[in-house]
């Protein structure tokens, strides 16, 4: 993750990497179908949506230059690496990103023909309802991290000095 987000590994490498290590050949928009790529880390399918919608996947490129991320979108990133490093457990309910459209069925499609889209659109609404309730129920601003007093002791433990005689002079 850290190696896509600074512009190192494109994001080919990273989707293969992914699916080398996590998601065992799975690519991140399907490995939920997977037995293997199952984890009992509930935190590595929301890092991996979240990895997903960083980049371009109809083309092969690294994220530098044009392609950057946003300081905001690196920070989150910064966030869950440290979160990755922390014994704590990833403690937000399960949210579904995709959308309503990938899980209707026929009937629901008709549904859409004949309300003009109105189907569409309250199933849209309902789960923006839900995010925004998700939200609601922790520190959202220190996602992943569900407290901010976690997020914040977890700062002061530094996994990546740790060991490190001159720490203070980077």
Same mark, same amino acid.
């Given at each position: 993750?850290?190696?896509?987000?600074?512009?190192?590994?494109?994001?080919?490498?990273?989707?293969?990497?992914?699916?080398?290590?996590?998601?065992?050949? &799975?690519?991140?928009? @399907?490995?939920?179908? $997977?037995?293997?790529?199952?984890?009992?880390?509930?935190?590595?399918?929301?890092?991996?949506?979240?990895?997903?919608?960083?980049?371009? =996947?109809?083309?092969?490129?690294?994220?530098?230059?044009? =392609?950057?991320?946003?300081?905001?979108?690196?920070?989150?990133?910064?966030?869950?690496?440290?979160?990755?490093? +922390?014994?704590?457990?990833?403690? &937000?309910?399960?949210?579904?990103?995709? +959308?309503?459209?990938? $899980?209707?069925?026929?009937?629901?499609?008709?549904?859409?023909?004949?309300?003009?889209?109105?189907?569409?659109?309250?199933?849209?609404?309902?789960?923006?309802?839900?995010?925004?309730?998700?939200?609601?129920?922790? =520190?959202?601003?220190? &996602?992943?991290?569900?407290?901010?007093?976690?997020?914040?002791?977890?700062?002061?433990?530094?996994?990546?000095?740790?060991? @490190? $005689?001159?720490? @203070?002079?980077?």
């Amino acid at each position: 993750m850290r190696q896509l987000s600074v512009g190192l590994y494109s994001n080919d490498d990273f989707e293969y990497n992914i699916g080398e290590d996590v998601t065992k050949g &799975w690519l991140p928009e @399907h490995y939920y179908r $997977s037995k293997l790529a199952k984890t009992d880390d509930p935190v590595i399918i929301p890092i991996l949506e979240l990895c997903w919608g960083l980049y371009d =996947d109809t083309r092969n490129h690294k994220l530098a230059s044009a =392609d950057r991320l946003l300081p905001e979108d690196l920070r989150v990133i910064a966030r869950c690496i440290l979160f990755l490093h +922390s014994n704590l457990e990833y403690e &937000w309910p399960k949210f579904d990103t995709k +959308s309503p459209i990938f $899980s209707f069925s026929l009937i629901d499609l008709l549904l859409i023909l004949f309300t003009l889209g109105q189907n569409f659109r309250n199933k849209r609404k309902a789960q923006l309802q839900a995010y925004e309730e998700l939200k609601k129920s922790g =520190d959202f601003d220190c &996602w992943p991290f569900y407290r901010q007093a976690d997020y914040e002791q977890q700062l002061t433990i530094q996994p990546f000095l740790a060991g @490190h $005689s001159n720490a @203070h002079s980077l």
